[in-house]
């Protein structure tokens, strides 16, 4: 596989560790754990490649963040702001567009700082300010932006908000975020919030007149909306108020997992009949099923397949929402503050030291089109999971 053009850049190498920020020792990028291949013939190697040279691949939801080596000095680590980007682990990852998903609040919940605007603000300018010193990855505001990535061997980078919480109750702040580069950002968390409830909340009582409200200013802008962690009556009431398409950018099917954290078949179908696109979600003990109870690439591919049978080809892809160093260590971390625990009750699972196949952005998409292969996908379709059902949506949701 063709590597972008990276020449060893480490983040914030411009400052001194030390006197300009505290060092942290970081995890591995590549190889931390074992590396799995999907097992493929050398034809059918071959023809992965090729589809990874020749397409555009888009992670509709993704981290690409290094964690602490130690995960539970992640708290000190996010109060400093100054997270470090994996520009190793990208440029092998295939990935030409990446709906980079800054933390905005989430892990500074557990320093009771959570969700302020100007925690929003400066997890925004540290990132950006860290990719202007490097020339891999560049940010993507058009349309074209996403096009040329690929032909120039380097990643565009559709800089994402999990949740729309920090907003508060300011519609202008939705037209702020714009201006400094947010292009995707999600209506709630898994709590609720002002525009409409999270998938947390025992009652949903779906999408405020403030979250119209923003869905509209939304529309207006040009900003792609996501109603991955929404409740479902709140995801449905999105779908169905946004005059664009949506994405329900990391997720699967609670029919063959039943948790909140996962879709029912009937909001699946409708972001579908709007013309959405439904990303499937491989952050660790997620998408697993049970003929698959063991999270990894398998289980990872059931949802995939029963999502796409279910709404069609054309409106599926890839948000595995991975990042670099432990994850199942870092939701231990952060349990009680991220209500992970929550979200999984109803069934019971075997817990494992991490996804198989997808541990980390470096080996998901590889491994994702030697599976599609494996398993007799046309071309065609490879090439619209890939990215051209995301690229489509984004071509009418950015739309000015």
């Given at each position: 596989m063709k590597t972008k053009a990276y020449k060893g850049y480490k983040s914030f190498q411009y400052l001194e560790p030390g006197v300009d920020y505290k060092?942290?020792?970081?995890?591995?990028?590549?190889?931390?754990?074992?590396?799995?291949?999907?097992?493929?013939?050398?034809?059918?190697?071959?023809?992965?490649?090729?589809?990874?040279e020749e397409?555009?691949?888009?992670?509709?939801?993704?981290?690409?963040?290094?964690?602490?080596?130690?995960?539970?000095?992640?708290?000190?680590?996010?109060?400093?702001?100054?997270?470090?980007?994996?520009?190793?682990?990208?440029?092998?990852?295939?990935?030409?567009?990446?709906?980079?998903?800054?933390?905005?609040?989430?892990?500074?919940?557990?320093?009771?700082?959570?969700?302020?605007w100007t925690d929003i603000i400066h997890d925004i300018g540290m990132r950006f300010s860290d990719f202007a010193h490097q020339d891999m990855l560049f940010r993507a505001e058009v349309y074209d932006d996403l096009l040329r990535a690929k032909a120039e061997g380097k990643i565009a980078v559709v800089a994402t908000l999990e949740a729309a919480t920090a907003i508060e109750n300011e519609v202008d702040r939705v037209d702020v975020l714009y201006g400094l580069g947010i292009r995707c950002m999600?209506?709630?968390?898994?709590?609720?919030?002002?525009?409409?409830?999270?998938?947390?909340?025992?009652?949903?009582?779906?999408?405020?007149?403030?979250?119209?409200?923003?869905?509209?200013?939304?529309?207006?802008?040009?900003?792609?909306?996501?109603?991955?962690?929404?409740?479902?009556?709140?995801?449905?009431?999105?779908?169905?108020?946004?005059?664009?398409?949506?994405?329900?950018?990391?997720?699967?099917?609670?029919?063959?997992w039943n948790t909140n954290r996962l879709k029912p078949d009937y909001v699946l179908k409708a972001c579908a009949e709007k013309g959405g696109v439904v990303g499937i979600e491989a952050a660790p003990h997620t998408t697993l099923t049970h003929k698959h109870p063991q999270h990894s690439i398998e289980s990872y591919m059931e949802h995939f397949e029963y999502i796409a049978n279910l709404v069609g080809i054309d409106h599926v892809a890839f948000g595995p929402d991975t990042l670099f160093g432990d994850h199942v260590g870092l939701h231990h971390a952060f349990a009680s503050q991220l209500s992970i625990a929550s979200t999984h009750s109803g069934e019971s699972f075997e817990e494992v030291e991490y996804v198989k196949g997808l541990e980390n952005p470096s080996e998901c998409f590889p491994n994702i089109t030697r599976w599609l292969v494996k398993h007799g996908y046309s071309r065609e379709d490879i090439a619209k999971v890939l990215g051209l059902n995301v690229l489509r949506v984004l071509k009418e949701a950015w739309a000015r």
């Amino acid at each position: 596989m063709k590597t972008k053009a990276y020449k060893g850049y480490k983040s914030f190498q411009y400052l001194e560790p030390g006197v300009d920020y505290k060092p942290f020792k970081l995890a591995k990028e590549i190889g931390r754990v074992e590396p799995y291949v999907v097992p493929v013939t050398p034809e059918q190697e071959r023809l992965a490649q090729e589809l990874l040279e020749e397409n555009i691949v888009v992670s509709l939801h993704d981290h690409s963040f290094v964690t602490p080596e130690n995960v539970y000095e992640i708290f000190d680590y996010t109060r400093r702001g100054r997270q470090w980007t994996g520009y190793e682990g990208l440029s092998v990852s295939g990935i030409d567009v990446l709906f980079e998903n800054f933390m905005d609040g989430t892990a500074m919940i557990t320093s009771n700082a959570g969700w302020k605007w100007t925690d929003i603000i400066h997890d925004i300018g540290m990132r950006f300010s860290d990719f202007a010193h490097q020339d891999m990855l560049f940010r993507a505001e058009v349309y074209d932006d996403l096009l040329r990535a690929k032909a120039e061997g380097k990643i565009a980078v559709v800089a994402t908000l999990e949740a729309a919480t920090a907003i508060e109750n300011e519609v202008d702040r939705v037209d702020v975020l714009y201006g400094l580069g947010i292009r995707c950002m999600g209506i709630t968390y898994s709590e609720s919030n002002a525009l409409g409830s999270g998938l947390r909340e025992a009652n949903d009582g779906g999408l405020t007149q403030f979250g119209k409200q923003v869905v509209r200013r939304m529309n207006k802008l040009g900003m792609a909306i996501d109603t991955a962690h929404c409740g479902d009556k709140t995801a449905l009431d999105v779908i169905e108020y946004s005059e664009k398409p949506v994405f329900i950018s990391h997720v699967g099917a609670r029919a063959l997992w039943n948790t909140n954290r996962l879709k029912p078949d009937y909001v699946l179908k409708a972001c579908a009949e709007k013309g959405g696109v439904v990303g499937i979600e491989a952050a660790p003990h997620t998408t697993l099923t049970h003929k698959h109870p063991q999270h990894s690439i398998e289980s990872y591919m059931e949802h995939f397949e029963y999502i796409a049978n279910l709404v069609g080809i054309d409106h599926v892809a890839f948000g595995p929402d991975t990042l670099f160093g432990d994850h199942v260590g870092l939701h231990h971390a952060f349990a009680s503050q991220l209500s992970i625990a929550s979200t999984h009750s109803g069934e019971s699972f075997e817990e494992v030291e991490y996804v198989k196949g997808l541990e980390n952005p470096s080996e998901c998409f590889p491994n994702i089109t030697r599976w599609l292969v494996k398993h007799g996908y046309s071309r065609e379709d490879i090439a619209k999971v890939l990215g051209l059902n995301v690229l489509r949506v984004l071509k009418e949701a950015w739309a000015r």
